[in-house]
């Protein structure tokens, strides 16, 4: 007969409840989990029935966590940091050059400097298993928390992380929001933010960082946000957009090297400046794991040689 923690934590149900109180909708958590709403309600009730009382409850057509739930939820995840813990105990004692690492890495990146380092890398520890992941800052966040990626490429600060306790960041480089226009009468190389208000936009979706970056410098400078005429999720899409249309967006300093180089459009500096640091992120203590500790020392060394923006204009020119 099985004991009533081996009923709690069989058949994913944590990971089902945790999706559901990430959620908020069974709609969404059943699509996102890839099963059917009446058997995701199945496994929830079944919980339930397990821990003696309800965990959410309805007002209207809206869901809430229950005092039992905010319990369960904050078991749960007390139970995942203890089984990561663990797990990057257990790997601290594994080799520098076997086994794998995985990275994930911001989708709106440009990320050929880090495509190039792992070729290098490849060559000399070839031992080494190495899987990127081009992910949403959702996606990222949720990889970190669930050990599913050991390290994250992304941009910093993220107001939007609130606990940060549990994670550590290493710094790349710092990048620049560079303005692309195509406007002949625009000479100046740099303009300031309510000059920029005179033309459309093309920008990323609202929801992403660099977008959140953009609204809250003008936000400071008591401006309205520049008014965006389509959105896209890549900086390729974006830059393509605008150089076919005649709009105007910014980009970090990286994509510009390496994509604006022949002059395809005009660029400014904006001026106050928006500036953030591309970097590493990964929970505390993966530093230490051999091949994670090997990983980032050799892409220091790398960096130390010649600098990211200088590889990218190399990487471009080739």
Known sequence: MKTKQENIFSSKTLSYFLQLAETMSYTQAAQILGITQPALTQQIKKLERTVGAPLFYSVGKKLHLSDAGYTMLDATHQIYETLNQATDEIQMSTSATQGEINIGILASIEDSVISQFATAYYRKHNGIKLTTHMLTRKEIWERLENNTIDLAVMYLPDESIKNWKPYESKRIC?????????DN???QKKINLKDTLQHPWVTYPPEYYLNESISEAYKNAMLDAPNSVSYFATPGQIFNF?????VCTALPMSFVVAHNQDGIMKQALLEPGISFDLSFVFRKGKDQIPRISNFLKEIDNYLREEDYISRLTKINKK
Request: zero cysteines.
């Open 174 to 182: 710092q990048e620049d929001l560079i303005f692309l226009h195509n």
């Open 185 to 187: 009468k625009i000479k």
């Open 242 to 246: 605008a150089a076919q249309t005649g």
